[in-house]
């Protein structure tokens, strides 16, 4: 079973899909690109809004996407609800069990695009109180913002790391390099398209797997859907 561990498929929610209608193509592309399982990561900002808040909406939007794909009676993957969660300093002292993936304990955890020293510590606390399994939504991302030394102390932290299906179709040779090296030594462990929409930032699951199996990578790539299975 292949898993898309992120995206942002839910109509009218965040910044990803503007309707029920994009929604659906969305799911039909998953399909299209080998993937049977799909974990719906709205963003979640505490800074904005409190979990009940959130969850509300959340299932709102759900509930709407879910009417239109039994009008629709198409063939769809499996849905399975997540969040994808903006790191605070507030959420080393809440209880997150209501923002993991459905009948889980996984974490969908966003890293700040700030200094590491104002929030490396709390991020730490969340992992170590092991009460949530923790993955890092696109590690690769923040080799933008953070300095290599700081970049490697996050890719030392004792939990999951998620990259993105475009960083491995669109990185440039070096970068990808270093990408296809974390696959390569197991530093890396899920894939998802963090898909918004059908343009910019569209479902692109196959192409990237393709280009991992190209570079003869396909037991990591197994390990790496086996796992999304296990978490979702």
Not at 58 to 64: C, I, K, L
Request: proline share 3%.
């Amino acid at each position: 079973m292949n898993v898309d561990f992120h995206c942002h498929i839910l109509p009218k929610f965040d910044d990803g899909s503007e309707s029920c209608e994009m929604s659906l193509e969305m799911l039909r592309r998953e399909m299209a690109n080998g993937v049977s399982r799909v974990v719906l990561t709205p963003h979640f900002y505490r800074s904005r809004e409190d979990q009940r808040s959130f969850l509300i909406r959340r299932q709102a939007s759900f509930d709407r996407l879910r009417r239109a794909m039994d009008e629709d009676g198409g063939v769809f993957p499996e849905l399975r609800l997540g969040a994808e969660v903006a790191m605070t300093k507030e959420l080393r002292f809440e209880d997150l069990s209501r923002l993991c993936i459905q009948g889980t304990n996984t974490l969908l955890l966003e890293l700040p695009f700030q200094p590491m020293g104002s929030w490396f510590g709390d991020v730490r606390a969340i992992i170590e109180r092991n009460t949530e399994k923790v993955v890092l939504a696109h590690v690769e991302r923040f080799r933008d913002c953070l300095d290599k030394k700081a970049h490697a102390q996050v890719m030392e932290l004792p939990c999951l790391k998620q990259i993105n299906t475009s960083s491995v179709i669109e990185d440039g040779f070096f970068r990808r390099r270093q990408l296809l090296k974390w696959v390569e030594n197991g530093d890396v462990h899920i894939l998802g398209t963090d898909a918004h929409n059908l343009t910019s930032r569209p479902v692109n699951m196959k192409v990237a797997v393709n280009i991992l199996l190209e570079k003869g990578y396909a037991a990591e790539v197994k390990e790496m859907m086996e796992r999304a299975v296990s978490l979702s």
